[in-house]
């Protein structure tokens, strides 16, 4: 016998009582990794974001477009080394639910700088070649099953061709992965000339355009310059950081980061109440055995540690047990999230887990541990 | 002469009821040499508990001193207490006092995890003394699992097996049968005469007290020896 067994045997002794506050922790931390994983997957644009990227937009709102034009005037601009444009097509496949994120691109000039994106050249040079052909992220090939070389049909919920159709046919050139398990590859990406040869209006414009700048030092005097070129005129731009215009774009969903802390940290100081609350129950019951255990020779310091390691470990494995199932929660739920991002758990938040899980267990542990430590033995012997 | 091995001199001890200040004893003066079988017997309230927890060092007197094995014990601190208790004493209670989750060996082996014995030395120590109060068979049995009897004969051995100079028995026949008693008494006599054990014994019943080699009576602070042997 060890005193870890002896931990382990205090802890199990009253079993459905410990079963409760496992469950109890269990469904604390289950909580924190899907909310921490949702909460991953809207700032994973955030935490990708190039620092040497700019994102011009309408001032007015970013839905709305600016002239295509722009994009040849900005490339003049000094510390600007490429421009690329893009256009938000409101996609989706064959009904409404299945909403795409679907962008008409600038192509070379948009791969160049979105270099996270990989796939084999050859794809590459089919899609830059084939102006009707398009580049699928691996997240939405994988939820529908397609493949390179398949054909397909998109709709716009915004756009009507010139001959009516509501419907672009697309032939799939590539499958596109990131380098990062961060980076989205929940989208669509097709050449913006078919859009704009084949769309019934907006002829001329184009949704936003994303600048790489030399040295991301230049970024704030590049920022004032593009927007000072386009200041006064029908079409006034906003330029931002990528990082900050992603962050924005995530918090048009709210505050995420508020929610998840306000939720997980009610879950926390309930099961904080919970956990105490029986660990003091536990200690009290056990005041005669404590002044044995003092009798025989154990030190306050040994008794200390005794409670606070039985508090520590009912954390740690009510913890544990929660985080792992989060894990396979966002394993289940990778697909049917991954609109928001990708939608993996971290090991960031399992690090953060466990520092939740030892702050637990010495909170919930450190009061009854104290009253146990000064238990009196004359006293508490007395009473037996 | 055989040397003592507790020394109490002048020892008094008062504590507080409420506001009043209460005596049990005053300038109390004991010598118990090496393997005696003491018992202590006196009216309820006379102080024989809180004298034997004096000797244990789990509570202190108001005044006076107490020596073991020729050091002062009565001025030491909590942890050096704490380390006195695990090296020396070995305790044996009315209730028993087992830890119910713990089967019988793990009882008993508690107070070998405060040394620095292996797993295989521990195991061993704790094998003999499951052998010496003859519960070999029970080793792998929780104390609901025993009868009164065999509980103190755990509790006897947790008590033994750290092999201390002391035994402090506090009425440890106080919740048996007259003949489990005996079986009782019989193998704290068998650890006083082979094994070397001092044993201070309190009870209030006077066949206990005939298995011990002398018996004390505490009453109003002071000291009487009878002999119950006759």
């Known amino acids: 016998m060890t005193f870890i067994d002896l931990i382990r045997k205090n802890l199990f002794r009253k079993k459905l009582r410990t079963i409760l506050t496992v469950i109890a922790i269990f469904v604390a931390f289950l909580i924190f990794g899907v909310l921490a994983t949702f909460q991953n997957a809207l700032n994973a644009g955030v935490e990708v974001a190039g620092a040497d990227r700019l994102i011009t937009t309408n001032r007015i709102n970013f839905t709305l477009p600016m002239p295509i034009a722009y994009a040849t005037r900005t490339a003049s601009v000094s510390g600007v080394s490429r421009v690329a444009h893009a256009e938000w097509f409101g996609g989706y496949y064959q009904e409404t639910r299945n909403f795409l994120v679907a962008f008409a691109i600038d192509p070379q000039n948009y791969l160049d700088i979105y270099r996270e994106y990989l796939m084999p050249p050859a794809q590459r040079e089919t899609f830059l070649r084939d102006k009707t052909s398009i580049l699928v992220g691996k997240a939405v090939a994988d939820q529908y099953g397609w493949k390179v070389g398949d054909r397909l049909p998109l709709k716009s919920n915004i756009y009507r061709q010139k001959n009516g159709s509501d419907t672009w046919d697309f032939t799939i050139a590539g499958i596109v992965s990131g380098d990062d398990a961060r980076v989205d590859t929940n989208l669509v990406m097709f050449h913006y000339a078919y859009l704009a040869d084949t769309r019934s209006f907006g002829d001329g414009t184009t949704g936003w355009m994303i600048l790489k700048t030399t040295d991301a030092k230049e970024n704030a005097r590049v920022m004032r310059e593009v927007d000072a070129l386009f200041a006064n005129s029908a079409f006034e731009t906003e330029t931002k950081t990528e990082q900050a215009f992603n962050k924005a774009f995530a918090e048009q969903l709210g505050d995420l980061g508020f929610i998840v802390t306000a939720v997980v940290g009610a879950a926390f100081v309930t099961i904080l109440l919970i956990v105490g609350n029986t660990m003091m129950l536990t200690v009290r019951e056990r005041t005669g055995e404590i002044a044995v255990m003092k009798t025989i020779g154990f030190t306050t310091k040994r008794i200390f540690a005794l409670v606070i390691g039985e508090s520590m470990l009912l954390a740690v494995f009510g913890g544990v047990l929660g985080i792992a199932m989060a894990w396979l929660a966002s394993l289940a739920l990778a697909s049917a999230m991954s609109r928001f991002g990708p939608f993996a758990f971290s090991f960031d938040t399992a690090l953060f887990a466990f520092a939740l899980m030892a702050l637990l267990g010495l909170f919930t542990g450190l009061l009854p541990a104290l009253r146990a430590m000064n238990t009196d033995v004359v006293t508490a012997l007395g009473r037996k | ?230």
């Open chain 2, 1 to 230: 002469m055989i040397e003592p091995l507790i020394v109490i001199k002048g020892v008094g001890k008062r504590y507080m009821r409420g506001k009043q200040s209460v005596q049990i004893f005053d300038h109390l003066d004991m010598t118990i040499p090496r393997q005696d079988f003491v018992a202590i017997m006196g009216p309820s309230g006379s102080g024989k508990t809180t004298l034997l927890n004096m000797l244990g060092g789990i509570d202190s007197p108001s005044g006076g001193a107490i020596e073991f094995d020729g050091k002062r014990m009565d001025d030491l601190d909590e942890s050096k207490l704490a380390a006195f208790r695990a090296g020396n004493v070995g305790f044996i209670f009315q209730f028993y006092n087992l830890m119910p989750m713990l089967t019988a060996s793990q009882n008993v082996e508690l107070p070998l995890l405060l040394t620095k014995l292996g797993p295989k030395a521990r195991r061993e120590r704790v094998k003999t003394a499951l052998e010496i109060v003859g519960l070999s068979d029970r080793a792998r049995h929780k104390p609901s699992e025993l009868s009164g009897g065999q509980q103190q004969r755990v509790a006897i051995a947790r008590a033994i097996v750290s092999d201390p100079k002391l035994l402090l028995c506090d009425e440890p026949t106080g919740d048996l049968d007259r003949e489990t008693a005996g079986e009782i008494l019989s193998m704290l006599q068998t650890l006083n005469r082979d094994l070397g054990k001092t044993i201070v014994m309190v009870t209030h019943d006077p066949e206990a007290a005939r298995f011990a080699k002398r018996t004390l009576h505490l009453d109003k602070g002071h000291f009487s020896e009878k002999d119950f042997r006759q």
